[in-house]
């Protein structure tokens, strides 16, 4: 079927429907919400990647995929977006950029605090990098068990953050821990001992850090792209297929956790989220971490998306995303605007969690949407704030960035070939103020603390 306005606020479900409804007295679903690190849009198989990531396929084979799901260009906005329902911009300047400082005020109500409080047990194994020092750390923010790099991206077998203050960053439960292996199989094996162990209701964050830079894998993923060739350049070659065979890896891991859902009978009761950070970043030199690491000079793709990390085209923020909850959702497609904040309303509504007076979430419940329930369209509006003065406004099909003044119709254009902004002076106007109407709520440093959580 032909879909309706893609710049709508709602979602436009397939012909047979895509979900059952959930009845309320049902179990409350447990929640496993993986984030993968720099993943492009190209560089997985169900988008006609020639990397090998059958697990994330299936799931979305079987899922419903969300073909216009929007994050932030970059690591830490994203994160915050995500766990507040809010976009970053209301909590400073810091939370607008990759920040080693504590991004969020102490007392802020988390989609983990949030589900905590409904009786949900909380954890979190990967990349936090909303305050890399311990006393910063998960746990302080909604999470009962953490683990993973307080950090951003660090080295796969160093586990070593950026030089400076930072670097060692590998904790459990905000206490700095020596471990040996690859980091995409220490945050597999937490989150498989974690599920093996706990009981429903349950919400596992799971944030990983590949396929950040430094780029390295273990051989056997390496041999599964010996055969064929992948780029002229024989430098650019052996770079993408390191950066294939990393991917690879990291689908393998989510493979195990999604065999240990299914092996603890919990399966059936599991609502699982798929997502990228941001887009990929197109290439990358060793220097900021500690140690040697190869160049990479071919990297991740947001093809056919223009742009990269750190922009505010499509390719920087439009991530590969599906659903998947066996026996609730149909396999389908969501063809409509949603953005990472809408997962806090979304989620803490599954689970019975009552909002409290002042949250002034950006998101929106997309459920009833997802359910098929709702089919009415609306035009939404989805904002961006990024450092260096970078902002974006989107409304229904058009998108104004700025600096520069550059409007594209996605529903015509949606690889951003061609700047309207000369020929659609009335549309720039409009745009303007509505990005001024979004703005209003932004704050330039960080909120007054309540008291810090424990």
């Excluded at 895509?18 to 993968?36: C, G, H, K």
């Excluded at 590998?170 to 040996?180: G, I, S």
């Excluded at 993923?221 to 780029?231: C, H, K, P, R, T």
């Excluded at 919990?266 to 798929?274: A, G, S």
């Amino acid at each position: 079927m032909k879909f309706l306005t893609k710049g709508t606020l709602v979602i436009v479900v397939v012909s047979c429907g895509l979900a059952m409804p959930l009845r309320a007295a049902e179990t409350r679903p447990n929640f496993l919400f993986i984030v993968a690190d720099d993943l492009g849009w190209a560089d997985v198989g169900f988008h006609g990647s020639k990397i090998k990531t059958p697990n994330i396929d299936q799931l979305c084979a079987e899922g419903v995929e969300l073909t216009q799901h929007y994050v932030q260009p970059m690591c830490t906005p994203t994160r915050v977006g995500l766990l507040t329902g809010r976009y970053p911009s209301r909590f400073g300047d810091q939370a607008t950029k990759p920040c080693n400082e504590r991004v969020l005020p102490w007392g802020t109500e988390t989609l983990a605090t949030a589900l905590a409080g409904a009786g949900y047990d909380t954890g979190l194994a990967g990349k936090w990098h909303l305050g890399s020092k311990p006393q910063w750390g998960p746990n302080h923010f909604g999470f009962k068990h953490s683990y993973g790099s307080l950090a951003g991206g660090c080295g796969q077998f160093s586990h070593l953050y950026k030089k400076g203050p930072y670097s060692r960053t590998w904790h459990r439960n905000e206490k700095l821990v020596d471990e040996e292996g690859h980091t995409t199989d220490l945050i597999a094996r937490e989150v498989v001992g974690w599920i093996e162990r706990k009981k429903t209701p349950w919400f596992y964050y799971v944030p990983f850090t590949a396929v950040h830079v430094p780029v390295e894998v273990p051989g056997k993923y390496l041999e599964m792209y010996e055969e064929g060739a992948y780029d002229r350049d024989p430098a650019r070659d052996l770079s993408f297929r390191r950066y294939a065979a990393y991917t690879t890896h990291m689908d393998d891991a989510i493979g195990r956790i999604l065999e240990t859902v299914r092996r603890t009978g919990q399966r059936e009761n599991t609502l699982v989220i798929f997502t990228s950070d941001n887009g990929s970043f197109p290439s990358w030199r060793n220097g900021a971490y500690p140690g040697t690491f190869p160049p990479c000079p071919r990297l991740g793709s947001n093809l056919p998306y223009r742009g990269y990390k750190a922009q505010l085209y499509e390719g920087g923020i439009h991530s590969p995303t599906c659903v998947y909850w066996p026996g609730k959702l149909k396999p389908g497609k969501i063809d409509a605007v949603v953005h990472v904040v809408d997962w806090m309303p979304t989620l803490t509504k599954l689970a019975g969690y009552r909002p409290k007076s002042g949250l002034k979430w950006d998101g929106t419940d997309i459920w009833p949407w997802i359910t098929g329930k709702e089919t009415q369209t609306v035009p939404r509006t989805v904002y961006w704030k990024f450092i260096g003065g970078k902002m974006a406004i989107r409304h229904g099909d058009w998108k104004l960035i700025l600096p520069g003044k550059e409007l594209f119709n996605l529903a015509e254009d949606p690889y951003e070939k061609r700047n309207l902004a000369g020929s659609e002076p009335a549309r720039v106007a409009d745009l303007l103020e509505r990005l001024a109407r979004a703005r209003k709520l932004d704050v330039p440093k960080r909120p007054s603390d309540a008291e810090p959580q424990k």
